[in-house]
T-cell receptor, first 115, second 111 residues
Framework: NAGVMQNPRHLVRRRGQEARLRCSPM?????VYWYRQLPEEGLKFMVY????????ESGMPKERFSAEFPKEGPSILRIQQVVRGDSAAYFC?????????????FGNGTRLTVT | LAKTTQPISMDSYEGQEVNITCSHN???????ITWYQQFPSQGPRFIIQ???TKVTNEVASLFIPADRKSSTLSLPRVSLSDTAVYYC????????????FGGGTRLMVKP
């Protein structure tokens, strides 16, 4: 049973380019969460999605960032016109949410470097 | 949203028992307490979850007093490979608010 898969593991972008981060949740999981982690810091919540719905995007910057979780295919976190401050590790987590307080299952992240 | 407070770092030696305490004074009735472990360059890994009293699995034990304002993660006989950051999360997944990680506790296990 494959875990949460994120790709790419490493992504380098120049300032002003677009970054697309992909997340395939665990089989049977319909809830996806995105977090950002700066070096030596904890994880900061960005957005929570269900299939075709954004449930909570309170942690995501209003500009340049967007997220989707289509009916088919992976969840995508998109960062337009990247800046150096976007350099971080971006983690995706999934849960089934059909069993009360199901814990989150995390992928190993995408490390974005903006040059 | 319950805020958590953990020690920033702890040191231990191989074979010792390690107890990491998390304070969550504003925990709500429907909140669960969940602990995660994170190694460098990896995503957090679920360790244990509880609501009250004591929970034990093959990896750790979680002690929660009656008032639930704190919890203690207990790692028996740690090894070098337990060196990691440990996060305590408090929230109600059904309400979608188990969302915020604190700074975590950086555990260093020495030989």
């Amino acid at each position: 049973n494959a875990g949460v898969m994120q790709n790419p593991r490493h992504l380098v972008r120049r300032r002003g380019q677009e970054a697309r981060l992909r997340c395939s949740p665990m089989k049977g999981h319909s809830h996806v969460y995105w977090y950002r982690q700066l070096p030596e810091e904890g994880l900061k919540f960005m957005v929570y999605l269900q299939k075709e719905n954004i449930i909570d995007e309170s942690g995501m910057p209003k500009e340049r960032f967007s997220a989707e979780f289509p009916k088919e295919g992976p969840s995508i976190l998109r960062i337009q016109q990247v800046v150096r401050g976007d350099s971080a590790a971006y983690f995706c987590a999934s849960s089934p949410r059909d069993r009360g307080n199901s814990p989150l299952h995390f992928g190993n992240g995408t490390r974005l470097t903006v040059t | 949203l319950a805020k958590t407070t953990q020690p920033i770092s702890m040191d231990s030696y191989e074979g010792q028992e390690v107890n990491i305490t998390c304070s969550h004074n504003n925990i709500a009735t429907n909140d669960y307490i969940t602990w995660y472990q994170q190694f460098p360059s990896q995503g957090p890994r679920f360790i244990i979850q509880g609501y009250k009293t004591k929970v034990t699995n093959e990896v750790a034990s979680l002690f929660i007093p009656a008032d639930r304002k704190s919890s203690t993660l207990s790692l028996p006989r740690v090894s070098l490979s337990d060196t990691a950051v440990y996060y305590c999360l408090v929230g109600d997944m059904n309400a979608g608010n188990m969302l915020t990680f604190g700074g975590g506790t950086r555990l260093m296990v020495k030989p």
